[in-house]
């Protein structure tokens, strides 16, 4: 059973926007913290932002002006808003869930081997 499925990726030029979503499993989307994380080429991987069971969200400082999160009941997704892309988010953008936390996500964005259920990743290409 597919547990997180993502879409949306693509390729922009720099100052475009693009929807991420990802479709979560019944299970994690009421009792897991989920989220996004990317890595880009040659880095590892790293937390984006973050949403809890009740909806409330962290982002990650140095994207909190352009990349907002969300949680949509209807259709059981996770949708994440980023605006005036530049080249460096360039990445494969992956869909997380940590199950073990109740959905709550205590402590932000923890590294990434702490969140046990990841989607294929959709990628994300920006152009200058």
């Known amino acids: 059973q597919v547990q997180l499925e993502e879409s949306g990726g693509g390729s922009v030029q720099a100052g475009g926007s693009l929807t991420l979503s990802c479709v979560v499993s019944?299970?994690?989307?009421?009792?897991?913290?989920l989220g996004w994380f990317r890595q880009a080429p040659g880095s590892e991987r790293e937390g984006v932002a973050l949403?809890?069971?009740?909806?409330?969200?962290t982002v990650k400082s140095s994207v909190s002006d352009r990349f907002s999160i969300s949680k949509e009941n209807t259709g059981r997704r996770i949708v994440m808003q980023m605006s005036n892309l530049k080249p460096e988010d360039t990445a494969k953008y992956y869909c997380?869930?940590?199950?073990?936390?109740?959905?709550?996500?205590?402590?932000?964005?923890?590294?990434?081997?702490?969140?046990?259920?990841w989607g294929q990743g959709t990628q994300v290409t920006v152009s200058s």
């Open positions: 019944e299970y994690l989307f009421k009792y897991a913290c």
């Open positions: 997380v869930a940590d199950s073990t936390s109740a959905g709550d996500c205590t402590g932000g964005l923890r590294v990434w081997r702490e969140y046990n259920y």
């Open positions: 949403v809890d069971r009740i909806g409330i969200t």
